[in-house]
């Protein structure tokens, strides 16, 4: 089975790349993170990918584009609503480019966060499948969350420390 794996940063790859590998075989990488700021954070997270996807032997495709302001202008006015857009935009690009690379099915790192909504990425997830026709492959990746992070502290990876947009940075850091 071929896999697109949809990828947010190099840590919360660690345990998916692993299981799915042992599950399904075959995993590609897509880093599409348009909510991802500043930029420089973003330039941060994505070297510390190429990092990692060199070390593991993992192919991931790069976006070529960075349409913060599409996703600025969608979220602005959504409130704690604003994952929504987040996860719909991430995960249509990632189905959208699985059916070109002719894979069997698409999923995300998204899974294995214990800090994202993971019933609204699987949802989503589900939905796109339908209208997209190329299957969700859906695990809770959550299970792996201890191992994922005592793997990326002894491989000193770079780990952010909120979700990435400039909502989340200030929600973990603004205490007013």
């Excluded at 800090?115 to 299970?143: C, N, S």
């Amino acid at each position: 089975m071929k896999i697109l794996l949809h990828i947010c940063c190099a840590p919360c790859t660690i345990y998916p790349l692993q299981t799915l590998r042992e599950e399904t075989g075959r995993i590609e990488g897509l880093f599409f993170n348009p909510n991802i700021h500043p930029y420089l954070e973003y330039r941060k997270r994505l070297g510390t990918l190429r990092e990692f996807a060199a070390r593991e032997g993992l192919s991931v495709e790069e976006a070529e584009d960075y349409p913060m302001e599409d996703f600025l202008r969608k979220t602005s006015f959504m409130g704690r609503d604003r994952c929504s857009y987040c996860y719909e935009v991430r995960l249509r690009r990632t189905a959208a480019h699985a059916r070109k690379g002719l894979f069997d099915a698409f999923t995300t790192t998204l899974l294995y966060s214990r800090y994202q909504k993971h019933d609204l990425i699987r949802q989503t997830g589900e939905a796109i499948a339908r209208e997209m026709k190329i299957p969700f492959f859906y695990r809770d990746f959550r299970v792996g969350w201890s191992e994922g992070v005592r793997l990326s502290k002894e491989m000193d990876m770079y780990r952010q420390k909120y979700c990435g947009c400039i909502f989340s940075e200030k929600e973990r850091y603004f205490k007013g």
